[in-house]
């Protein structure tokens, strides 16, 4: 017999909301919501309050680029099958995701000298070009570089998923492997026997298969396409550069970055680099 009086046995028991039922997926958990949105912790002490403009900027930016490597990495697997039209579906994507990241430059360029100067101190050494993600797509768009690696010797999963993506074929090496299998001459030093982890080096016979494919596009069309949407990642990944550059440029000038680098000098250089730079050069060519 229960010792419980009698008025607590009857109380009504608070019915859980509908939300609340167990196996029930919903909004705020599905995305996590919890995690994500309790991942923006200000170091300024006061705290300022333009720091949470910088740490959203770039924790979207690392989103984004989440995103860029799981489609990248679906695009070389459906090179590697000979899936062409699959391909140019995936690096359509890509385009668009690359058009995110160049806009959202305007919002970063909202923050003036003196608002980033009032929290600058807080990001110590703390800087973009020890982003993992970053260089993994560098990596994998062919910008390789050895070096780079023991930045990352901190994080063994980090450094494990670089190390293999330096030392394996990148997109554009596919590409070209794509075409040598189906009977174009690409030079066989270009697609066998090459080390990949060395970033990939121009090779005039690239040039003249290419001009081939854009001379005959209606007979090669999907590898007409795939190229030119090799050319529109490469076009968008420098025009997200140039936005960096200047966005940089705006906000510190010529002062040098937080991670030891020479700042906006240092930045102007990576603007150089060319991913495809047969698919440039085929132009002069055509006609």
Not at 100 to 127: I, K, N
Not at 173 to 191: I, M, T
Not at 240 to 268: D, Q, Y
Request: proline fraction near 5%; glycine fraction near 4%; charge should be neutral.
């Amino acid at each position: 017999m229960s010792t419980k009086p009698e008025q607590e046995k009857a109380k009504p028991v608070a019915a859980e909301p509908p939300s609340d039922k167990a196996g029930q997926v919903r909004y705020d958990t599905y995305l996590q919501l919890e995690k994500i949105l309790g991942a923006q912790q200000p170091l300024s002490k006061t705290p300022e309050h333009d720091e949470m403009l910088f740490i959203i900027q770039h924790q979207v930016a690392e989103l984004w680029f989440k995103l860029l490597l799981h489609e990248l990495d679906a695009a070389i697997v459906c090179l590697q099958h000979d899936q062409l039209a699959r391909t140019i579906k995936i690096l359509n994507r890509v385009k668009q995701v690359q058009h995110q990241l160049t806009s959202q430059w305007s919002v970063l360029a909202t923050l003036t000298p003196s608002e980033y100067s009032a929290f600058r101190d807080a990001l110590g050494s703390a800087s973009g070009f020890q982003s993992p993600q970053y260089r993994l797509i560098e990596f994998k768009l062919g910008k390789k570089d050895r070096t780079l690696l023991p930045m990352f010797g901190h994080h063994l999963e980090y450094y494990r998923v670089l190390k293999h993506a330096l030392e394996s074929p990148s997109l554009y090496d596919e590409f070209l492997r794509y075409l040598y299998r189906v009977g174009h001459r690409v030079p066989k030093e270009c697609v066998e026997k090459r080390d990949w982890s060395e970033t990939y080096q121009y090779h005039p016979g690239v040039v003249e298969v290419l001009q081939t494919i854009y001379q005959h596009p209606d007979e090669y069309w999907a590898a007409y396409e795939v190229s030119e949407r090799l050319v529109d990642v490469e076009i968008n990944f420098q025009a997200w550069r140039f936005h960096h550059v200047k966005t940089v440029e705006r906000i510190i000038g010529s002062k040098p970055g937080t991670g030891g680098t020479t700042g906006v000098n240092f930045l102007k250089r990576t603007l150089e680099h060319t991913f495809f730079p047969e698919l440039i050069e085929v132009r002069t060519k055509i006609g």
